[in-house]
């Protein structure tokens, strides 16, 4: 079956290390994104990106860092930098950036800070 | 940059009732997804719309793009129904916006 995997479903840090949340594709999409949702709010855009080897800074960036080096796979580590730290984590991925796109999610990633 | 506003905030419903959400947005744009998020937090597709009217079975959207407003109509509903709605739009740029969604509560 075609989809987005994410892991782990849950994930306790204690304030000070950084932690690593795995998001997987086997869509053949060339777009992946990572969102934070916070209670009862809305997404808000972490990082992009459209090609392996490339990505771009969102609207909340900062204390975040990504990787692209396969296509299928776009690492979030969540560092001791990011104030506040505890939130649901939301892949996705979509054909590419531009044009008509549909956005398919991952089941999520609940992180918290112990 | 665009605003994505959804109305209602909270909406409960006497299962079989039917309903309609809104989807306000403060510019053209290019590309319109409505999604369910159900309790466990996973966000299911529900329709991409920028324009015109789809059905899914009890579920149907529309988008009046000039008008700047989109709509979800969910007719008979359940209790699998429930969660929260949101709509997100993308203008012009990479990115999509979300509003701060619909919550739905279907009671039996």
């Known amino acids: 079956d075609g989809g987005i995997t994410q892991s782990p479903k849950y994930l306790f840090r204690k304030e000070g290390q950084n932690v690593t949340l795995s998001c997987e594709q086997n869509?053949?999409?060339?777009?992946m994104y990572w969102y934070r949702q916070d209670p009862g709010q809305g997404l808000r855009l972490i990082y992009y990106?459209?090609?392996?080897?490339?990505?771009q800074k969102g609207d909340i960036a900062e204390g975040y860092s990504v990787s692209r080096e396969k296509k299928e796979s776009f690492p979030l580590t969540v560092t001791s930098a990011q104030k506040n730290p505890t939130a649901f984590y939301l892949c996705?991925?979509?054909?590419?950036?531009?044009?008509?796109?549909?956005?398919?999610f991952g089941p999520g990633t609940r992180l918290t800070v112990l | 940059g665009i605003q994505v506003e959804q109305s209602p905030p909270d909406l409960i419903l006497q299962e079989g009732a039917n309903s309609t959400l809104r989807c306000n947005f403060s510019?053209?744009?290019?590309?319109l997804q409505w999604f369910h998020q159900n309790p466990w937090g996973q966000l299911i597709n529900l329709f991409y719309?920028?324009?015109g009217t789809k059905q899914n079975g009890r579920l149907s959207a529309t988008t009046v793009a000039t008008e700047r407003y989109s709509l979800l109509y969910i007719s008979s509903s359940q209790t699998t129904d429930s969660g929260v709605y949101f709509c997100?739009?993308?203008?012009?740029?990479?990115?999509?916006?979300f509003g701060t969604g619909t919550r739905l509560k279907v009671l039996a």
């Open positions: 996705a991925s979509s054909i590419s950036l531009v044009g008509p796109d549909t956005q398919y």
């Open positions: 869509l053949n999409h060339d777009a």
């Open positions: 990106s459209q090609i392996v080897n490339d990505f």
């Open positions: 510019d053209s744009v290019n590309n």
């Open positions: 719309i920028p324009s």
């Open positions: 997100a739009v993308k203008s012009g740029t990479y990115k999509y916006i």
